[in-house]
């Protein structure tokens, strides 16, 4: 089965601070995403990548960054954070079901931010 | 503009009862899928529909794709309390973006 890691399943951080979200997959797939799930707003993709060091913007990535240095890790950077971004947010890993692409998501980081 | 619109939004029923929760777009897609969340942790994959009329049973849930392929309905069995959770419908729009596109969820109760 494929794996997706969250490390951090809770976070508290203050206003201003810079936050890293990690993920981690345990197979060789190109694909990566972050989302945000908010009540009433459902998942909003914040931005993704096909490959090593490739990165797209998603629908809102205003206020935040990504990294991907190597296959496996997918990081989320808020370079400072805001009381706004108090969210879950969901890291999932592209692949392929019944002929269509798919996703298999992590167990998500809660993220308040005072 | 929501894409795909789930209904209900909320629902709560007993232990045994048949359910179904509906996702319902003026969109064509080239498939849809299912997912379920529960309380705390990420979506799980429940199914993936692609063809007009599809029906897939999982054990007691029942997904179907509506033949013109806009909407897709999950039919439940007699609950039971396991079954509550958020569920996600998602699809990719047939010529638009390769951007998968969820509703917003339906999120069932299920009490003993």
């Known amino acids: 089965d494929v794996k997706v890691t969250q490390s951090s399943r809770y976070l508290v951080k203050r206003t201003g601070e810079k936050v890293f979200l990690e993920c981690v997959q345990d197979?060789?797939?190109?694909?990566m995403f972050w989302y945000r799930q908010d009540p009433g707003l459902g998942l909003r993709l914040i931005y993704f990548s096909y490959d090593v060091k490739m990165k797209e913007k998603g629908d809102i990535p205003e206020g935040y960054s990504v990294s991907r240095e190597k296959k496996e890790r997918f990081s989320l950077i808020l370079e400072s954070a805001s009381t706004n971004q108090t969210s879950m947010y969901l890291c999932?890993?592209?692949?392929?079901?019944?002929?269509?692409?798919?996703?298999?998501f992590g167990a998500g980081s809660r993220l308040t931010v005072l | 503009t929501q894409l795909l619109e789930q209904s209900p939004q909320f629902l709560s029923i007993q232990e045994g009862e048949n359910l179904t929760v509906y996702c319902n777009s003026s969109s064509v897609f080239s498939s849809l899928q299912w997912y379920r969340q529960e309380p705390g942790e990420g979506p799980v994959l429940l199914v993936t529909?692609?063809?007009?009329?599809e029906v897939k049973k999982l054990k007691r849930l029942t997904f179907q794709f509506g033949d013109a392929r806009k909407d897709s309905s999950l039919h439940i069995t007699a609950a039971q309390p396991g079954d509550t959770g958020l569920y996600l419908c998602?699809?990719?729009?047939?010529?638009?973006?390769?951007?998968?596109?969820f509703g917003k969820g339906t999120k069932l109760t299920v009490n003993p």
């Open positions: 998602a699809g990719y729009i047939q010529g638009g973006s390769e951007k998968l596109v």
């Open positions: 529909v692609v063809t007009g009329g």
């Open positions: 999932a890993l592209g692949g392929r079901n019944s002929g269509a692409n798919v996703l298999t």
């Open positions: 197979m060789d797939h190109e694909n």
